[in-house]
């Protein structure tokens, strides 16, 4: 036979309650809460006139006495006598003159185109541009006077557009339908590499 031992068992565990929790409440049913309406926009008002503005009553100026200082003028000086007489100012070229005029002006250019020599130095320094050069020639196309009417803003520049025009005298002659003697022009002689 088997003996078996009696079976033991655990102590029944003492009933315990959970703790209480937060219990749950009823909330009521959420309220619904509609937006207030805007108020309307105000109706366009008429133009109001604007109130009558008073006239602002300006301070009388009293007169004021003006003391004048005795000054003395300088002494007028004799102005030095021209070296030359300036022509009178025709009033019109002739139809004959104005015709003429262009065509002699660009035999001029064309005749200083001939003579012009670039400066070595200012060719070498990439300096480009216009001499204005103001000369003399009588009727038969005599160099009488030049002077530089307006600076290339290179003195090598400069001296080469005096030179040309000293290079170039004689100048064709002026043509009869010129009437002007001494014929004085301002000439423009251009100086630009080719590239």
């Given amino acids: ?76 000086q004799p102005l030095p006598a021209a070296k030359e007489l300036a022509a009178p100012v025709k009033a019109a070229p002739s139809a004959a003159e104005a015709r003429a005029m262009p065509t002699y002006e660009q035999a001029l250019l064309a005749h200083l185109e001939r003579y012009k020599r670039y400066p070595r130095s200012a060719q070498r320094r990439g300096q480009e541009g216009i001499v204005y050069v103001r000369f003399k020639i009588d009727r038969q ?17 400069d001296r080469g557009g005096i030179d040309t025009v000293t290079r170039a005298d004689p100048f064709p002659p002026v043509p009869k339908d010129i009437s002007r003697d001494p014929f004085e022009v301002v000439v423009p002689i251009r100086f630009n590499i080719d590239r």
């Fill in 141 to 157: 196309g005599k160099l009488l006077s030049h002077s530089l009417e307006r600076t290339s803003g290179s003195s090598q520049l």
């Fill in 1 to 76: 036979t088997i003996d078996l031992a009696p079976m033991v068992s655990a102590p029944p565990l003492p009933e315990v309650s959970a703790p209480e929790g937060p219990q749950e409440e009823e909330t009521p049913p959420e309220e619904i809460i509609e937006p207030t309406p805007l108020p309307e926009p105000p109706l366009p008002r008429e133009a109001l006139p604007e109130p009558e503005k008073k006239p602002e009553k300006k301070p009388e100026k009293k007169p004021m006495k003006k003391v004048v200082k005795e000054t003395t003028a300088p002494r007028a």
